[in-house]
């Protein structure tokens, strides 16, 4: 009996093969890709590298992500494969196989497609592994010579994933098939779809929810915002997607059929009537399209700006090379620059520009020109700020100035957007601001910053020290450092730097050492890590955009053949029959398209915030990296085009 079964499920799958080919084409593309990110996952380099744990992070999160969505799209790809086959297997039922005899064979032709799936699946994950290795190292900036080792563990992952997946579909397939009666099998294919079914409701729905969306992302007031609105809004524009196109597809194909002049031209009858006769299949398969589109374009796009914009980010972030920071009130500040620069003289590097100065640190607030320290539960965390206070004497000295204050007098500069007052308060002491500064040149300003530093030039030591009295902060909330800023250069800088930071960790006790060298590396190993899970998910998500668009095509192409061979039959010649293929296709096919390129476009503004909290605060950047999505998009989209469009007419023509 189980030879009976295997070779009937070999029969099938044989016969069937133009139906099967991208559901096993599916599966073994997401075994692929999710051996690749785990296995990649668990090289042991990887755990090694310098700041990696972010990484690592977000390649595990990709890893639970293609696993996801690979469940989905494979439930999604079986269907069209069950509503294809409902009339055989209708057949069998009616021939004399039962349900439960059916089911086994559903059972059997699954189990054969994902077992051989999974199984070339890990053998040519293993294979292209090393070639998407050897890309993250480039990515990485690594040394390509390391070694991509087969992991057993990303293997397990994989089958026990994939297995699920499979018992799932079984489990769909089964239920599907113990519903269904034999005369629904035998027509279930080529069943039309209702359209008058809450088309207004839906369009109202759909066009809310976007609308609520595009508000959301263009009303962000600063960069932490985003955080907290990126699943409602992702859920909305989702939401809203389908219910539009649901709705939208029933408006246009309605507005078509009443005009006359248009309807009654006999191509634009033909294709017009096949739409609307499928209108919920294409409406759940534009929407569909819409959603991967966008997820496509958004996920490259933002992961592109922020590898791309690394030398701005760090740019920003350094507006010297080296900043060295120690707490005043436990060593001894005035040993710092005579000890940096021993170490300059052993490594013969040159300090090309330099600074220090003085600045108390507070973790504060900063409201309608009012500052106060923070206090978690009462203040609002997007009001929150550092405040650094630092005198005049420092200020003129940094900058070659020589500027006078009042005692009641402040110089303020903020590090986003502009404070905008003429006097600053802190608690009951009052300071007139005889100057904003627009520029500092120890810290960079954007207003699209995602952190704000406030600097207040006081004119002597003795304001500053009334200011701590009257805020009067705990312990834990504000520092007297002593800074050090400079830029150096020199053939051993890297190894200067490297020693530099070593020695003044065992010298000095609460330093802080930043350096744009050393925050590079760590920068490229996190954001060229998020390219190539980006990549690897757009790859993934373009795999199943493609395979949904295919087998969208030759499902409908196998149910329009017999209504070809009827108009054939009564004069339609094969020229008039291509002209409505490629009319019917093309009515509905750019919809998505269109859909997607205004969802990235209302979304770059909330990308921009989001970048933001990344310290990409260069748009132009966003802007270039976006143009560049989409033109590449667009040329994808459209040769998808035009190869499903002549699959569809091979079909219908046959």
Not at 257 to 286: D, T
Not at 540 to 552: A, G, N, Q, S
Not at 583 to 594: D, Q, V
Request: hydrophobic share 45%; net charge positive.
């Amino acid at each position: 009996m189980t030879k009976f079964y295997f070779e009937l499920t070999i029969s099938n799958i044989k016969k069937n093969k133009s139906i099967y080919f991208p559901f096993f084409l599916t599966n073994l593309l997401s075994v692929v890709i999710f051996f690749i990110m785990a296995s990649i996952q668990s090289q042991e380099i990887i755990e090694n590298l310098p700041g990696s744990y972010v990484f690592i992070q977000f390649l595990e999160a990709g890893v639970i992500m293609t696993g996801i969505f690979s469940g989905v799209f494979l439930l999604y790809t079986n269907k069209f494969l069950i509503k294809q086959r409902k009339k055989e297997l209708g057949l069998y039922n009616i021939f004399g196989l039962e349900k439960k005899h059916i089911a086994k064979l559903l059972c059997y032709e699954i189990i054969l497609i994902s077992s051989v799936g999974i199984g070339i699946g890990i053998l040519l994950g293993a294979c292209l592994g090393k070639i998407f290795f050897l890309i993250l190292l480039k990515l990485l900036r690594l040394n390509s010579n390391l070694t991509f080792h087969f992991s057993i563990q990303a293997m397990i992952q994989t089958i026990f994933c994939f297995v699920i997946i499979g018992i799932i579909i079984v489990i769909y397939n089964i239920f599907s098939v113990a519903k269904s009666k034999p005369v629904e099998l035998l027509y279930a294919a080529n069943k039309g779809d209702n359209y008058r079914s809450f088309t207004k409701i839906k369009a109202i729905l759909g066009g809310g929810s976007l609308v609520i969306a595009y508000t959301l992302m263009l009303t962000i007031q600063s960069p932490i915002e985003i955080i907290g609105r990126i699943i409602p809004i992702s859920i909305l524009i989702l939401f809203g997607t389908i219910l539009f196109f649901s709705s939208c597809s029933v408006v246009i194909l309605k507005r078509l059929k009443q005009n006359e002049k248009y309807y009654y031209n006999p191509k634009n009858f033909v294709s017009v009537s096949s739409l609307i006769y499928r209108l919920k299949q294409n409406a759940r398969g534009l929407s569909n399209i819409c959603i991967l589109s966008t997820v496509v374009m958004v996920i490259t796009t933002t992961t592109l700006s922020l590898y791309v914009g690394q030398k701005e980010m760090l740019a920003f972030s350094f507006p010297m090379e080296t900043k060295i920071s120690i707490d005043a009130s436990k060593n001894d500040i005035n040993t710092l620059n005579q000890f940096i620069y021993q170490i300059v003289d052993q490594y013969d590097i040159t300090i090309n520009k330099e600074t220090s100065f003085n600045t108390l640190r507070l973790s504060g607030v900063y409201k309608d020109g009012k500052c106060s320290i923070y206090q978690p539960g009462i203040d609002n965390p997007s009001d929150t700020c550092g405040i650094y206070l630092m005198t005049l004497e420092d200020y003129n000295r940094m900058e070659g100035k020589k500027i006078l204050l009042e005692n009641s007098e402040i110089l303020a500069f903020s590090s986003s957007h502009d404070l905008g007052k003429e006097y600053i308060k802190f608690g009951t002491l009052k300071y007139n601001v005889k100057d904003e500064l627009d520029s500092l040149s120890i810290q960079n300003k954007s207003i699209l910053s995602s952190e704000t530093h406030c600097y207040f030039i006081c004119s002597t030591q003795d304001e500053i020290d009334k200011i701590l009295a009257e805020l009067n902060p705990s312990e834990n909330k504000f520092r007297w450092d002593y800074n050090v800023m400079f830029d150096s250069s020199g053939e051993k800088e890297k190894l200067f730097i490297s020693t530099l930071q070593n020695q003044l960790n065992d010298k000095y006790a609460d330093i802080n050492f930043e350096n744009v060298l050393l925050q590079g590396e760590t920068d490229s190993y996190t954001y060229g890590g998020f390219l190539f899970v980006g990549l690897l998910l757009s790859l993934l998500f373009i795999i199943f955009l493609t395979l949904i668009i295919y087998y969208k095509q030759i499902t409908e192409g196998y149910n329009d053949r017999y209504n070809f061979e009827v108009m054939q039959k009564i004069g339609l010649d094969q020229k008039e029959a291509k002209d409505i293929i490629y009319k019917e296709i093309s009515t509905m096919f750019f919809l998505p398209l269109f859909g997607s390129v205004l969802h990235l476009i209302v979304s770059i503004y909330a990308i921009a915030m989001l970048l933001a909290t990344f310290g990409l605060s260069n748009i132009i950047v966003l802007l270039i990296c976006a143009s560049i999505i989409v033109i590449l998009f667009v040329i994808i989209y459209i040769v998808t085009y035009f190869s499903t469009a002549k699959i569809y007419y091979k079909i219908v023509m046959k």
